[in-house]
């Protein structure tokens, strides 16, 4: 069975390309790029929180609304846009249709289906909520992701006071994902080119396993080793970092529509 | 069984986190005492390895394919406080790089897959070794341990949104949040662990166990044979929350099905009680029967009381059959030995 080794292959590179190569929507001179990181992220959680604590249906798509708005204002191309909501809500789709029928949500009915069976306007008004409420916490973070360098998002996590040894092993984290599923691409490709003909599928378990247990071991001799080269590199534990951002007139303009927004927020309740 | 942002109402998103901070600062503090401060790059390289387990493909049977979360393995091999970091890191980039899983529900997650799991899977791991005693059964305990945490995990989750129609809902009785109660959360939750994500778990434990056991069996040594010294205090606290909490039951309606009484039986429409059944019900009263003590005129009350007297009783229990088991295998030797 060499399909389950081309799906995991498949799946590594695919991982590969997201963490090595950047966004191409990152290099554009759109609003969202222009803008601080720290002001980007503090935007996105405010949108999360107030999506989460509001369940006014009007305020949710107003929500829904300005993230769509940033995003075409930062030349995001609309076959992205649409893959963002597609496929990342569609467990949520999936989930919120049994919701508009009257055996889950009993109500007023406005379509009537067979037996006692109908779509009941309370079902579709709570499966609007909670499907607009997941699509606007997704493409918030979605519109961050997609416009943000992760070394300068790392660094506007320095804003949020958050220690930096937290700062400095997440970091140290994201640049050995490329390291170990550059090591993990080898060992499949590897594996896979030593197989010939079909393989039982617990061949194909165990085979995945070892490498899982190899990646392990590996990742055990090499965190030895970084930590030896970053010693006699004079690393004493105490962790010191630059920052370079500086605030524009536009990121205090965001900042003041963001007061907005949850203004709004709390007098449409 | 990454829950995303919304699913989960800031409350409870709160209290979640609440719940995961006390682990994760000791285990932080545990991995300071035992690699000093230049444990950061250890860290570092294990929550990359935690990152990328999480994207290995297996072969189910039936011909499907299922993700591991792979925290036990790492548990096993790096010990539970080194995991519980890891796979913490894991989610955390996760979440604000790749958008895997809500920033808001970060506590919930990490709590289900680094804590739950690293506890449960080495807890178990160490208990069924200690009860079976042999090497060679290791990888296969290993993979049990994987399986059962994996599923204790997908439970936790599925309570945790099935709560939330019970908790947060509009005036109008709807609900605000994840719409589904625990009736439908915890065993569509539980279907698909126990028959596609825990056997992934289970053979990803089971085979990078048995061959690291055969390759560097020394490395296993190391964590697992210098067991962490049992510590009663988190023991005792941890049981103490269970016992407050316990009056969370009273949130939910009805019985639970299959559970009910011959008054439950006939409003659900039975229109006899079989005479087996009724001659079986009424051989035993219960001293607390429904969880209640009248005398207190507070069902709250009552279950923290019955909490308490059911925890007593099993240590009573636990302490007399240990007693007895001493006494005999005491006698046992000094009788081959004679």
Known sequence: ?269 | MHIPDGYLSPQTEALMAAATAPFLVKASRQLEKKYNKLTLPLVGVFGAFSFLIMMFNLPLPGGTTGHAVGTVITALVLGPWLSMVSVTLALVIQAFFFGDGGILALGANIFNMAVVMSIVGYGLFLLLKKITQRESLEPFLAAVSGYIAINVAAFCAGVELGLQPLLFHSSNGHALYFPYPLAISVPAMMIGHLALAGLAEGFITFFAYSWIQRRFPKLLHQQTAANLPISWKPIVLGIAVLIVIAPIGLLAHGTAWGEWGRAELFRRGLSYIPQGFDRWNSIWSAPLSGYNLPLLHNSAAGYIVSALSGVILILAIVAISIFVSRRIRKKRTSTTST
């Open chain 1, 1 to 269: 069975m060499t399909s389950i080794l081309d799906k995991n292959i498949h799946d590594l590179v695919s991982g590969l390309n997201k963490t090595m190569f950047t966004s191409d929507s990152i290099g554009k001179s759109g609003f969202l790029q222009r803008l601080d990181p720290r002001v980007k992220m503090i935007a996105s959680l405010t949108i999360i929180l107030m999506a989460s604590i509001k369940a006014s249906l009007l305020y949710l798509l107003f929500l829904y609304i300005i993230c769509l708005l940033s995003m075409i204002a930062s030349y995001l191309k609309p076959a992205k846009m649409f893959r963002i909501w597609l496929i990342l809500p569609f467990f949520s789709l999936f989930l919120s249709v049994p919701l508009i029928f009257s055996f889950v949500t009993p109500g007023r009915s406005i379509v009537h289906l067979f037996g006692s069976t109908s779509i009941t306007l309370e079902g579709l008004l709570l499966a609007a909520r909670f499907l607009l409420r997941i699509a606007v916490c997704v493409t918030s973070v979605q519109a961050v992701l997609f416009t943000s360098r992760w070394d300068h998002m790392m660094k506007a996590f320095e804003f949020f006071h958050i220690p930096p040894g937290v700062l400095f092993v997440l970091s140290l984290t994201y640049r050995y994902i490329n390291v170990l599923l550059t090591a993990a691409l080898d060992m499949m490709l590897a594996r896979k080119s030593r197989t010939v003909g079909r393989q039982s599928a617990g061949a194909a378990r165990s085979g995945v396993g070892i490498i899982a247990g190899n990646l392990m071991v590996k990742s055990i001799t090499l965190s030895g080793e970084v930590r030896d080269a970053m010693v006699s590199r004079g690393y004493t534990g105490k962790i010191r970092t630059v920052n370079n951002f500086i605030f524009h007139s536009r990121d205090v303009l965001v900042g003041l529509s963001l007061i907005g927004i949850i203004g709004i927020g709390f007098l449409s309740a």
